[in-house]
């Protein structure tokens, strides 16, 4: 179990000329002058204000590997660091939360269709590095505008129940005209199984007669996404 320590140790004071330059190299240069540790560990400084956060920092991208999957592990694991404890977690799932806010107020505020790349941003964000699956639906009004952004079901590390009338109950009670699937895959691997194929033209089948149409379904992993549209599957 990782610990927030309070008191600075012996040969620990080095780090207060290191915050300000690395405060001032992003204030100067901004986001893009910084790696992703520097970064994060500046991103730590309130939640630790008593100790060096860049051994922190890049160990947890060495034992995550990325921001985005740093962002998305769970607290058990991320204790598994040292000096990682309460404080640091808050701060991590806190940055997550702001990064969803933001994407989703993107989509909220844009025409989903024609805003695909905002759209592909937002889903890697929420999804691509959940150590779940978890299949969530898009809906959509007549003008292809949002209506809601739901996760319908959450599941294993390679498989989610979907029930088919519950969607198109939920799709009828939002009044939503058209849903955009997805869900991720844990393993990183985008393609489509048999059985998402089969789940998806079972969807669209339900849907034609109550007028709701399933514009897409997009499956995200950490190497990428796959579309069914794009792919020539619907």
Not at 34 to 47: G, M, Q, T, W
Not at 101 to 129: I, K, N, P
Not at 210 to 215: E, K
Request: hydrophobic fraction near 40%.
């Amino acid at each position: 179990m990782g610990f927030d320590f309070e008191e600075a140790g012996p040969g620990q004071v080095h780090y207060h000329g290191h915050r300000d330059r690395l405060r001032n190299r992003f204030r100067e240069a901004g986001a893009d002058a910084l790696a992703d540790y520097e970064l994060l560990e500046l991103a730590l400084f309130s939640a630790l204000p008593r100790r060096d956060t860049k051994p922190i920092a890049k160990a947890l991208l060495a034992t995550f590997g990325s921001l985005g999957e740093v962002l998305a592990a769970s607290p058990t694991r991320l204790k598994e660091i040292d000096g990682v404890g309460d404080a640091v977690i808050l701060q991590l799932k806190l940055m997550r939360a702001f990064a969803e806010r933001l994407g989703r107020h993107e989509v909220r505020s844009r025409q989903v269709l024609g805003s695909w790349s905002t759209l592909l941003d937002y889903c890697r964000t929420t999804m691509a590095f959940e150590d779940r699956e978890q299949f969530r639906i898009l809906f959509l009004d007549k003008k292809n505008a949002l209506i809601a952004d739901e996760v319908q079901q959450r599941g294993t590390v390679d498989h989610t129940p979907v029930y088919p009338r519950e969607v198109m109950r939920r799709a009828l009670e939002l009044s939503a005209t058209a849903l955009i699937l997805v869900h991720n895959h844990p393993s990183g691997d985008p393609s489509p199984s048999r059985a998402d194929i089969q789940m998806t033209k079972t969807l669209i089948d339900v849907g034609k007669p109550l007028g709701v149409t399933v514009h897409d379904h997009i499956i995200i992993g950490r190497d990428g996404h796959a579309s069914f549209r794009g792919m020539g599957l619907m």
